[in-house]
């Protein structure tokens, strides 16, 4: 069974850098549609980075220029650096396919996540 493990949060100055890891275990990222998403209080879950299984790239306009997603050579870490974080970067960030995997009981399947917090 595909589960994903993120890592490489924590608590940063807004303009500083963070890289986000994302651990796949049982699959490799070039077989999927894989996404960063995050969450901040008060807000849905919303996708900002994702990639196809040829590699394209997709950005949401809040952090484009600032992030960028990519994998490993083995396939098997994917990667989210942020760069010029800002306040409103603060979310605890998921890994998963895009559209999200899907539990066989009907509801999406989340990891843990990790917290970012962006503040002086």
């Known amino acids: 069974q595909v589960e994903f493990v993120e890592s490489g949060g924590g608590l940063v100055q807004p303009g500083g850098s963070l890289r986000l890891s994302c651990l796949a275990s049982?699959?490799?990222?070039?077989?999927?549609?894989m996404g960063w998403y995050r969450q901040s209080p008060g807000k849905q879950r919303e996708l900002v980075a994702s990639?196809?299984?040829?590699?394209?790239?997709k950005y949401v306009d809040s952090v484009k220029g600032r992030f960028a997603l990519f994998r490993d050579v083995g396939e098997s870490t994917m990667y989210l650096q942020m760069n010029n974080l800002k306040p409103e970067d603060t979310a605890v960030y998921y890994c998963?396919?895009?559209?999200?995997?899907?539990?066989?009981?009907?509801?999406?399947?989340w990891g843990q996540g990790t917290q970012v917090t962006v503040s002086s």
């Open positions: 049982g699959t490799k990222f070039n077989i999927y549609s």
């Open positions: 990639t196809t299984n040829s590699g394209s790239t």
């Open positions: 998963n396919q895009d559209p999200p995997r899907r539990h066989p009981l009907g509801y999406d399947v």
